[in-house]
């Protein structure tokens, strides 16, 4: 993806399809000779002008409004012309195709995916973080998501940045005054001066990493994964979580052979829950293919939860599952179908991680296997939050215990009274940030050797104030811009 283009630019900023309203935009260094030829007059900037659209030879495309904004008072910084029309498609594409022969001369070409905002960047419109909360305001799926993400668009996370950055870069003019005048006798390493303010900022960047990461959960949501034998309620969970038939449930087992996935939103946090086939030893190949999908899709989740019948759970089979979930993701053991209980019914035992399987345990079980186990902690920051495993008792078919499930959810994601971020983020800021709180982790261990470490202290604190700055893009190189704009949708 080429950056810094000057050439002007089009598209159709409303979504395809049938609509009251299509808006189609341009935007260029220059645009008032293509003002000219397109309606014969000059039109002044930041009034509504209701005109007909015409072709090259007069007849009228459609009718509507107009505005013109001059460069630099424009969402792009450059000159922007939106002719906001009927939003039909056929009629749209008109009005495209006359607005690119009228500026030929001009250079002016279709837009790429993301190329205004982009522009609006290059042009220091917004900088990165609020640039890619443009997109996040578009994608939200939650009322939450979009209040955060539009927080993020007004500057809220950015500031919180920049706030570090500064206090970062005061740092680092305190240690390079010892480098640079070792005669003047300015020892802030002695005074405690360095140790007092590093301490601080990195008190304030756990602080900004925490929200951050609950920021994250709120964007992406969780990726919930189920697991368990045939017939223990996974597709009768995932409909009664849905409040839809989203999964065919029969008394047969091996119904489900592929993964289902549904989006559902618990007090504004994304939960994608994945339905997947029952684990257990077969012959039939389809099935077959299916359990080994099951296994890969446990690999991605943020959560797991393994359903049990709780008038048979934690048999063999049980345990072998458990044994094989992969370590650093959070385990729900949920007993299902509690409403098939007598009230005299006691308790089954549970198999948990912790449970040493004998040695006859998968010898009729080669699906189950254990493969060495991998360690997701630095993929999903959920993981890091939550080890182990904790058991529910519920009825997917009654409701029972659905509302303690859901809670359970919300803890696994961070998500407590008074915690919720106030803006968005995304997987790339945390990142950034705790790279950032690394580089500062070793700076304080600089301070302790006073002037044997002084340069490599003056390093950490460069490393780190770096970090901070990849994230609104001062230091952000234009293979990850390319990456970043070309996910936005045409016409933003």
């Known amino acids: 993806m080429a950056l810094r283009s000057t050439d002007p630019i089009i598209a159709i900023a409303t979504a395809p399809g049938r609509g009251g309203i ?93 190329e205004f905002t982009e522009r609006a960047f290059l042009n220091e419109r917004l900088d990165l973080a609020q640039a890619e909360a443009v997109a996040d305001l578009i994608d939200a799926s939650s009322a939450s998501a979009a209040r955060s993400a539009m927080a993020s668009l007004s500057g ?40 007092g303010k590093l301490s601080t900022i990195r008190t304030e960047l756990d602080a900004l990493t925490g929200q951050a990461r609950q920021s994250v959960v709120l964007r992406d949501g969780l990726y919930v994964v189920l697991a368990g034998q045939p017939n223990v309620g996974k597709s009768s969970l995932l409909n009664a979580l849905a409040g839809d038939d989203v999964a065919i449930v029969t008394p047969i087992a091996g119904t489900t052979r592929d993964r289902i996935v549904h989006q559902i939103h618990i007090d504004g946090v994304p939960i994608h829950i994945v339905d997947t086939a029952g684990l257990r030893e077969t012959h039939d190949a389809v099935e077959s293919a299916g359990i080994e999908r099951t296994w ?121 009274p008074g915690m919720e971020s106030p803006w968005l983020a995304r997987e790339r800021h945390l990142r950034a940030l705790t790279r950032a709180g690394e580089h500062l982790t070793i700076a304080a261990e600089h301070i302790r050797h006073d002037d044997e470490a002084l340069d490599l202290l003056a390093e950490e604190l460069r490393l780190a104030h770096i970090e901070l700055c990849t994230i609104t893009g001062q230091y952000t190189s234009d293979d990850l811009l390319g990456e970043i704009f070309s996910r936005f949708c045409i016409g933003k």
């Open 156 to 195: 809220a996370f950015s500031s919180c940045v920049n706030a570090l950055a500064r206090r970062t870069i005061d740092l680092r003019l305190l240690v390079e005054a010892t480098l640079d005048f070792p005669e003047e006798e300015i020892d802030f390493l002695r005074d405690g001066q360095v140790a």
């Open 22 to 114: 299509g808006i189609v935009r341009i935007s260029g260094r220059t645009l008032d000779t293509l003002v000219h030829a397109l309606f014969g007059r000059a039109l002044v900037p930041r009034e509504a002008h209701y005109q007909p659209f015409k072709d090259s030879r007069g007849a009228a495309i459609d009718t509507g409004v107009v505005l013109y904004f001059k460069g630099p008072h424009s969402y792009t910084g450059e000159d922007v012309l939106e002719l906001q029309g009927h939003g039909g498609t056929a009629v749209l594409r008109r009005v495209v195709e006359r607005c690119l022969e009228a500026g030929a001369a001009l250079g002016l070409r279709h837009a790429r995916p993301g």
């Open 296 to 416: 890969t899709e446990l690999k991605k989740a943020s959560v797991i939860l393994h359903l049990q019948d709780i008038r048979s759970g934690g048999d063999t089979l049980d345990q072998a599952i458990l044994q094989r979930l992969p370590t650093g993701i959070p385990v729900l053991t949920l007993l299902n179908k509690v409403d098939l209980l007598d009230d005299s019914s006691a308790s089954r035992p549970t198999a948990t991680r912790e449970t040493e399987s004998n040695g006859s345990s998968n010898a009729e079980l080669p699906l189950l296997e254990t493969p060495p186990k991998t360690d997701h902690t630095e993929r999903s920051p959920v993981a890091r939050r939550t080890a182990g495993a904790m058991t529910l008792a519920i009825s997917a078919k009654t409701g029972a215990g659905l509302d303690a499930l859901k809670e359970r959810l919300l803890e696994i994601a961070g998500r407590y």
